[in-house]
């Protein structure tokens, strides 16, 4: 009997997974015609069925929890898609967990998977508004590739840190620090550029590691427009737009054809390049060659022709580094208040080896550091700018330092007095700048350390 049972049971499972590889096919070809919504469904079906397989032979094998972690991976890539972030970090969240108990058994290539996901939950936080969560959580996955270095193969790690750091330099792009986004920006483009050879070569991923190069050099192409420094981000425009082809009026309608024939990812990255590019010449009084790449821009997608052209920053007027800030407040408040160590937390002169707000400083200093800075933003109220640029660097390392505590309620003892304080002049620097976005982060973090120093805090009562 026992046998027998043994055997429909490993039938049924059989079927269940015949299922499940059915369902995964349906849904990649809804994926792949643009129809994601109703792919949703499927895949959600998939995962109730391999839940359905562990549950009928009472545990999981690796192998299910491979199947398993690779389902809601994709389904939360398809729930970010539709529109349903919460769900998609839900899911995201059981994939890391399938791999990681499948990394417990020894499979050491779950870790990249494991890496995978974090990455495409640091983008779900950003879409979320999350952007404290959405910096940290590429932080520790940057930090950690580079701790690691490469393990035997050098090309596929070079590969791999480019896509985690052009991944950075895009969560990073609309609060970071503009030195961490180009250090990002900068070595993705090196990267991939001295492999260039090996890159042509790739069978299945070269155009998209063409893209992700011609992606990370228009974000330095705008930030090093934005810093002041025209002739660097020239350069980097002629590697953008080279990614392509040379715009000639004449080729228009053959080029316009072919680009709205490429999947939307490339065709979005051409168009920004483009559109970027148009804007730097002006500024750079090539008048025609301006007008020739905003015109095929606008001709390729208009919508994202005008979003880049409005998101363009122009020549040294950008945001403004954490370096210049820390130079600006020792000028105000003095050498005593802002010694020679708290300096350094900006980065050395013209080096951009640092990659992470994280990497300013050992972890067992992230608390003292943040300390620092907070005991500098306090008096600086009349200059918000200086404000927001410092005070947004010491909440990302009071955030990690809590993060990493052992002792969480010693940690807030020690220091969530002095972090409230940091957010409230941080939330009133974004009120004036009109950034009720930011704001409401901002707020969301202060219930945290409101909760710890006030039992009776009522987080809506603000």
């Known amino acids: 009997m026992r046998s027998g049972r043994t055997s429909r049971d490993q039938n049924s499972n059989d079927a269940l997974r015949s299922q499940v590889a059915l369902l995964e096919e349906q849904a990649l070809s809804l994926f792949h015609q643009g129809r994601t919504a109703e792919a949703v469904p499927l895949q959600e079906r998939a995962v109730e069925l391999v839940h359905a397989i562990i549950d009928a032979q009472a545990g999981a094998t690796p192998d299910d929890l491979v199947m398993l972690g690779s389902l809601q991976y994709g389904l939360g890539s398809s729930l970010r898609a539709v529109d349903r972030p919460d769900d998609a970090l839900a899911a995201l969240d059981a994939a890391e967990e399938a791999y990681g108990d499948v990394l417990d058994t020894g499979r050491r290539d779950m870790a990249q998977r494991i890496t995978d996901v974090q990455v495409r939950r640091a983008r779900t936080f950003q879409e979320l508004g999350r952007v404290t969560d959405s910096i940290l959580e590429m932080d520790g996955v940057v930090r950690a590739a580079v701790l690691a270095g490469p393990d035997g193969n050098v090309f596929e790690f070079e590969l791999g840190l480019s896509r985690l750091l052009y991944t950075n330099a895009l969560v990073l792009g609309q609060y970071g620090d503009p030195d961490l986004i180009l250090s990002s920006a900068d070595t993705v483009v090196r990267l991939i550029t001295s492999n260039g050879l090996k890159v042509n070569t790739l069978e299945g991923d070269r155009l998209y590691y063409i893209d992700v190069l011609r992606s990370a050099a228009t974000i330095a192409m705008r930030e090093h427009a934005g810093q002041g420094r025209a002739e660097i981000a ?62 095929f821009a606008r001709s390729v997608d208009a919508d994202v022709a005008s979003r880049a052209e409005q998101n363009w920053l122009g020549i040294g007027i950008g945001p403004m580094t954490m370096g210049t800030a820390l130079h600006q407040a020792r000028k105000l408040l003095g050498v005593g208040q802002v010694p020679d160590e708290v300096l ?20 067992s200093q992230w608390a003292a550091s943040a300390k620092e800075l907070a005991r500098i933003v306090a008096p600086l109220e009349r200059y918000p700018q200086l404000v927001a640029t410092l005070g947004l660097e010491a909440h990302l390392l009071y955030a990690s330092s809590l993060a990493v505590a052992e002792d969480v309620t010693a940690w807030h003892v020690a220091n969530s007095r002095h972090w409230m304080y940091l957010l409230r002049d941080l939330v009133k620097a974004f009120e004036q700048a009109g950034d009720q976005a930011m704001c409401q982060e901002l707020k969301r973090w202060m219930d945290v350390t409101c909760e710890v120093i006030n039992p009776f805090h009522d987080p809506h009562s603000h």
């Not at 937390?345 to 951009?352: E, I, S, T, V």
């Open 234 to 295: 020239a350069s980097a425009g002629r590697i953008a737009v080279d990614t392509w082809v040379v715009v000639e009026r004449s080729e228009f309608p053959q080029l316009i054809r072919e680009m709205r024939e490429m999947p939307s990812m490339y065709r979005i990255s051409i168009v920004q390049a483009a559109a970027y590019y148009g804007k730097l010449t002006e500024a750079l009084g090539q008048q025609e060659l301006s007008q020739r790449y905003r015109d």
């Open 344 to 363: 350094l937390l900006g980065g050395p002169d013209n080096a951009r080896s640092r990659f992470t707000t994280n990497q300013r400083c050992p972890r």
